[in-house]
């Protein structure tokens, strides 16, 4: 392929995450490619030049130009006494206007929606089935925090939450966290998990394991190992509560340890019979968030249904 084919196969892509983005926002697919089409052309153009730019039909161009001119997000210019061109509003000017758009949206729907939500009747529980469903429910859960929020985790995963954890942190939350290995931008209270070498935790749990607590109402508790990961959401009382304790218990611990003697810390850490003991089950945390994700997973799935015995024949004889 020419250096010319490579360009023009990148302002391709370019334009078509573009389109996408638009989308996600409100436009219409049609209104998206007449809009990058206007763009692109830096000058006014007939409807049949943005029908050919943009790949919009010509039966349905005019009436998507004009769906653009009704958002502000095109003028029609004239040329003359009947040839009407059409000219976008700047990017910057349209992103500015639907970034206040949404956040007046946003303020409304915060204000309405829970006059008309009604007290839940039922528990959440959902579970993820795969690392980026489980971190995106994680964040959900980090950036409702209003008073506290309780994390312990690898630092591979922290580090994806930590935008959200720190604008918490900025924002007045008390936040506690443990990290299963060094973080070198530790946010709010932040401890490093020294008991056990990281790969050591690994091996005991099966998973890099990730818990997430916000103001004692929602939870995330997850795993992850080998591209693989379950986790479950839920806002049960109870489940929240073993989470935050989860965390609590190690914070707790690691003060606790530091009143003693590194050595005869690590020395009853390390060979004491009960201890062993309690991490004899290696890999049971990731076998039960597994198992719990196989059969959420089995649920969602449509039953074939078996016809019963004679069905056919009485349907034939109606």
């Given at each position: 392929?020419?250096?010319a ?16 983005e638009l ?18 052309a ?10 050919k730019?943009?790949?919009v ?24 006494e ?10 910057s000017?349209?992103?500015d ?25 039922v528990?959440?529980?959902h579970s ?45 939350v ?11 931008d530790?946010?709010g ?10 790969e050591v ?31 479950v959401?839920t ?73 019963k ?10």
């Amino acid at each position: 392929m020419t250096a010319a084919g490579t360009a023009e196969g990148r302002g391709n892509m370019s334009q078509q995450s573009v389109v996408e983005e638009l989308q996600r926002l409100g436009m219409s697919g049609y209104e998206a490619k007449a809009y990058v089409a206007l763009v692109a052309a830096g000058t006014p153009l007939n409807g049949y030049e943005v029908a050919k730019r943009s790949g919009v039909p010509r039966s349905t161009v005019y009436e998507t130009l004009g769906k653009l001119v009704s958002r502000g997000a095109a003028y029609e210019v004239r040329a003359g006494e009947a040839s009407v061109g059409y000219i976008s509003l700047p990017p910057s000017a349209l992103l500015d206007r639907m970034r206040r758009d949404f956040d007046q949206s946003i303020e409304t729907l915060r204000a309405e929606l829970p006059q008309v939500a009604s007290p839940p009747q039922v528990r959440l529980v959902h579970s993820m089935v795969d690392r980026a469903s489980l971190l995106d429910r994680a964040e959900d859960v980090v950036a409702a925090a209003q008073t506290d929020l309780f994390l312990s985790g690898w630092p591979e995963e922290i580090a994806e939450l930590k935008p959200l954890v720190k604008r918490a942190a900025d924002e007045g939350v008390d936040v506690s966290v443990v990290s299963f290995g060094e973080d070198p931008d530790p946010v709010g209270n932040t401890i490093a998990h020294r008991f056990s070498k990281p790969e050591v935790v690994l091996e005991n749990l099966g998973c890099r394991l990730l818990v997430i607590a916000a103001d004692r109402e929602q939870a995330v508790i997850g795993g992850i190992v080998n591209g693989e990961a379950w986790g479950v959401y839920t806002d049960d009382p109870a489940v929240v509560l073993v989470a935050v304790e989860y965390v609590r218990h190690d914070i707790a611990m690691h003060l606790i340890a530091e009143k003693f003697d590194v050595e005869d810390f690590e020395q009853f850490w390390t060979s004491d019979p009960a201890l062993n003991h309690l991490r004899a089950d290696h890999g049971a945390a990731a076998a039960l968030l597994r198992r719990s994700a196989g059969q959420a997973a089995q649920a969602r799935r449509p039953r074939r249904r078996t016809p019963k015995s004679g069905s056919a024949t009485t349907q034939s004889s109606k």
